[in-house]
């Protein structure tokens, strides 16, 4: 299933970016762009938008001003100038806030949130959609598909992190915290100042070790019990 999107940025060269970067991304569709938040306000009254990418400094109505004043308006993603609005944003519950001019990974970063919440609110929707089970992440100059199911753990290597699939490595310039934030809870679980496994993966555990099925990785003592409930939850027969 596609998000669809709508922009409103005054500046034709933003709304130009923009466009480009929810072309290249696979579950987001352009629904709209609008130049101020009037006539965005008259796109929303008509259409359904599942994500918003909003700009702040606008003629007679801000983008802050907007988010205020507005009734009910669809998640949305600040795209701005200016930095110092940050607070503003996040008071208004807004999904993330991208520092104009910003990476197509960086808006893939805030695009997955903005999946993340619509597959959080819309459980029924995913399930029978069945495409909401995968990221985007750049690596080597492309952009790899990565499948939860796929995914066996996740190894930090100083500001990078390796994915291990079934089949592949991948390198990717973020953070342990980073991919963190973009991995469904659900499945994924940190063992390891080093280590986030896939819960599903999970084969045997051995003291300080869990196999994967062709690899194992250490969990630390201060995270063990709380790995080793997760893991098991109610599913150990008992005498």
Do not use: W
């Amino acid at each position: 299933m596609k998000l669809n999107c709508l922009i409103v940025d005054d500046e034709p060269l933003a709304r130009k970016v923009l466009a480009e970067y929810i072309a290249d991304t696979d579950f987001l569709e352009l629904k709209a762009k609008a130049e101020n938040p009037v006539k965005a306000n008259a796109i929303l009254n008509g259409s359904q938008v599942d994500l918003m990418f909003l700009d702040i400094n606008m003629p007679k109505l801000s983008g802050i001003e907007f988010l205020r004043t507005a009734g009910i308006l669809p998640p949305t993603i600040i795209t701005t100038a200016y930095a110092e609005y940050a607070i503003d944003g996040f008071e208004l519950d807004v999904l993330d806030y991208l520092v104009k001019p910003f990476s197509f990974e960086r808006f893939l970063k805030a695009a997955n949130k903005g999946r993340q919440y619509h597959m959080l609110k819309n459980p029924a929707t995913t399930a029978a959609g069945g495409n909401d089970d995968f990221l985007f992440v750049k690596c080597n100059g492309k952009i790899e598909k990565v499948l939860y199911a796929d995914l066996l753990y996740v190894e930090a290597m100083s500001n990078y992190v390796i994915l291990h699939t079934k089949d592949k490595k991948l390198i990717v310039y973020l953070t342990l915290k980073g991919i963190i934030e973009q991995l469904p809870a659900s499945v994924f679980m940190k063992v390891h100042k080093s280590y986030v496994i896939n819960l599903g993966c999970v084969k045997s555990i051995d003291g300080n070790e869990i196999n994967l099925g062709t690899v194992s990785v250490p969990v630390s003592q201060a995270l063990h019990e709380a790995v080793l409930k997760e893991i098991v939850k109610d599913k150990m027969l008992k005498r």
